[in-house]
């Protein structure tokens, strides 16, 4: 079992639906990461959060530290929204060092 | 501020040769990590080096090795190529507070 898990591995979603992407972990944790690949390989980092909720535009985290959950939700989703989304978790007691990933979800907006 | 560069951004090598990928994070980041995506994989974690030590390691073979030089650079060596090295090879660079901040990658096709 990965330490790592994400669900739906796969999301197609309508311009304009809120969308909502869960990641589970089985090991202690420093910090949680939400990453964003586009097509052309490129990472963005969206979030890095160790509880609470976090907040930046459309896009929201939230962390249970307690359920080891995360999820990552997108308001409003629009086609440009269309990438892959990873989750990833720093461990060793800072949020500083190797990242564990998920697997990814593969997320398609529709016009 | 300019991003993580890496470069060459893209290779083709045959098996049995040795490659070398470079990288140079964003001014003021002391950490430099490695990841490697094959296809159909997810990301995996490498090497990381800071302040001019290897820090960490993934479970790859000794063939996989690098370097960070005093400006915080680095270098990734992979020797004695096989098919399954095949993947793109991500660079990242974090200052002290751990989000990371990914290149564009090295495409590595071996032959």
């Known amino acids: 079992k990965n330490e790592v898990e994400q669900s739906p591995q796969n999301l197609t979603a309508q311009e304009g639906e809120f969308i909502t992407i869960n990641c589970s972990y089985s090991?202690?944790?420093?910090?949680l990461h939400w990453l964003q690949q586009h097509p052309g390989g490129g990472i963005v980092s969206l979030f890095m959060?160790?509880?609470g909720k976090k907040k930046h535009g459309r896009l929201i985290a939230t962390i249970n530290i307690q359920e080891k959950h995360s999820s990552l939700h997108i308001t409003a989703s629009h086609p440009r929204d269309s990438a892959v989304y990873i989750c990833?978790?720093?461990?060793?007691?800072?949020?500083?060092?190797?990242?564990?990933f998920g697997q990814g979800t593969i997320l398609t907006v529709h016009p | 501020e300019a991003g993580v560069t890496q470069s060459p951004t893209h290779l083709i090598k045959t098996r049995g040769q040795q490659v070398t990928l470079r990288c140079s994070p964003i001014?003021?980041?002391?950490?430099v990590y490695w990841y490697q995506q094959a296809l159909g994989l997810g990301l995996q974690f490498l090497l990381w080096?800071?302040?001019?030590?290897?820090?960490n390691r993934g479970n790859f073979p000794p063939r996989f090795s690098g370097r960070q030089f005093p400006n915080y650079s680095s270098e990734l060596n992979v020797n004695a190529l096989e098919l399954e090295d095949s993947a793109l090879y991500l660079c990242?660079?974090?200052?002290?507070?751990?989000?990371?901040?990914f290149g564009p990658g090295t495409r590595l096709l071996v032959l």
């Open positions: 990242a660079s974090s200052p002290e507070s751990g989000t990371q901040y």
């Open positions: 090991v202690g944790i420093s910090a």
């Open positions: 959060l160790s509880s």
């Open positions: 990833a978790v720093s461990t060793g007691g800072t949020s500083y060092g190797k990242l564990t």
């Open positions: 001014s003021g980041h002391t950490s």
């Open positions: 080096y800071d302040e001019g030590e290897e820090r």
